[in-house]
């Protein structure tokens, strides 16, 4: 069946550094979205990525997605205690327009 | 403006017990709804989504049951819970008109415990 893989499963990282998570497609496709879920809440959206080659910025977050729309990644610049949480991508089936949920990153920061 | 409801927030059950969840959508109209489960640390797993009253598709066949009585109410249920529907449920609307994006929006989930 259709999957998309994401890694890390867990990133720790001290304040003040970087945090990457990638997002790998089996299949292509029609767009791929990204949200956050702080700890003990629910999921909330932060962007979609449409476009093959699309890079958006959010402030610290830049987002992008692959040449063949079957990559993504979330690249969060200096990192801050509020960036902790877990962050997700979810791919929209180019066949069937149903989400395909990664599995998340969990950003920790180390104390 | 659009809000979801589920309760309850939090549920203690017993094995061998029935569950109902409710889940209830203000502020549009035939939206999508979906029930996710997510496990302690783990990622979301889609259990059920309907596209209309009476429309529901199930993703992975278990023990649970959904039905959508009104256009924007999401129900649910189990006869006989297992101590493997302990999980966070999350109930979730999606719908074009009310935004170009295909995101979906999350209510606040009840955290089920079978003990």
């Known amino acids: 069946g259709q999957q998309v893989m994401q890694i890390p499963q867990y990133q720790h990282v001290q304040e003040g550094e970087d945090f990457t998570t990638y997002c790998n497609s089996s299949?292509?496709?029609?767009?791929i979205q990204w949200y956050k879920q702080r700890p003990g809440g629910h999921p909330v959206f932060l962007i979609q990525?449409?476009?093959s080659g699309e890079v958006k910025k959010q402030k610290r977050l830049t987002f992008q997605f692959g040449e063949a729309k079957k990559n993504s990644s979330l690249h969060i610049t200096a990192t801050q205690t509020t960036d902790v949480g877990t962050y997700f991508c979810?791919?929209?089936?180019?066949?069937?327009?149903?989400?395909?949920w990664g599995a998340g990153t969990k950003l920790i920061i180390k104390p | 403006s659009q809000t979801i409801h589920q309760w309850p927030a939090t549920l203690v059950q017993p094995v061998g017990s029935p569950l109902s969840l409710e889940c209830t959508v203000e502020?549009?109209?035939?939206?999508?709804l979906y029930w996710y489960r997510q496990a302690a640390g783990r990622g979301l797993q889609l259990l059920f989504y309907?596209?209309?009253?009476?429309?529901i598709s199930s993703e992975v066949p278990q023990n649970l049951s959904a039905s959508r009585p009104q256009d924007r109410q999401f129900i649910l249920s189990s006869k006989k819970l297992l101590l493997s529907d302990s999980g966070f449920y999350l109930c979730?609307?999606?719908?074009?008109?009310?935004?170009?994006?295909?995101?979906?929006?999350f209510g606040p989930g009840t955290r089920l415990t079978v003990l």
């Open positions: 979730a609307w999606r719908d074009l008109a009310v935004s170009s994006y295909n995101e979906q929006f």
């Open positions: 502020g549009t109209s035939n939206p999508n």
């Open positions: 309907s596209v209309g009253i009476g429309q």
């Open positions: 299949t292509t496709l029609s767009n």
């Open positions: 990525l449409v476009k």
């Open positions: 979810a791919g929209m089936s180019a066949s069937n327009y149903q989400l395909i």
